[in-house]
């Protein structure tokens, strides 16, 4: 969890901040070792710095009384805050991730919802005769809209005595509705929904 990891870090910071007030060169290469042996995995990667050593020796070793130790931490010290900055931003990513999947989510939700309690609420011929009306005459005229009434009033006529042809003429509204208009097709769908699920028990 990277919230463990920047509670970790914000202290590691914090410890070091207080060591680099003291201005004891030791102390300042005793942190940085105890910092590199933490973070040993992700070290040269975010915390690669260059420490004074002793030199002439063949094989160079930490000068630790060297006062250059001081400047080495305060670098160390800034890289770390750097990767703390990287893991919070990372931190706030997950976070609006989450809220998006969950806002997503509720929107599907809902509109399943809301069409399922349109498809199956208890819709009556009249109801969907009004809706019919209530299309406009440029996206069907008034002789269409007879046509397609007199259709409505056959199945609603015959949803209790026929259910096979009642389904036949539900399937000619639906192939006449889509031929002719979207609009229509949507106003009247949950009307003949309900129909064929009465009819399909």
Sequence with gaps: MNQNKI?????????S??????????KCWKQIKYI????????????????PTIEGEYYP?????????IESLQKMIERMEIYLA??????????????????NN??????TNTANATIFQNITIEQALEELNK????????????????????????KEKDKTKTKEKIFSVLKYLSDKSIDAFISLLPYLGQIAGVVGR
């Design 7 to 15: 509670e970790k870090l914000t202290q590691h910071i914090y410890k």
């Design 17 to 26: 901040k207080e060591i680099l007030k003291e201005e004891n060169p030791s």
């Design 36 to 51: 590199e042996e933490i973070y040993k995995n992700i070290y040269y990667e975010n915390f690669d710095i260059v420490y």
């Design 61 to 69: 070793k930490p000068s630790e009384n060297d006062y250059g130790m």
């Design 86 to 103: 990287e893991l919070k931003d990372e931190s706030e990513k997950i976070k609006e991730d989450k809220k998006l999947i969950n806002i």
């Design 106 to 111: 509720d929107i599907k939700n809902n509109n």
């Design 135 to 158: 299309i406009p005459e440029g996206i069907l005229d008034k002789n269409q809209k007879e046509e397609i009434e007199n259709l409505l009033l056959a199945i609603d006529t015959l």
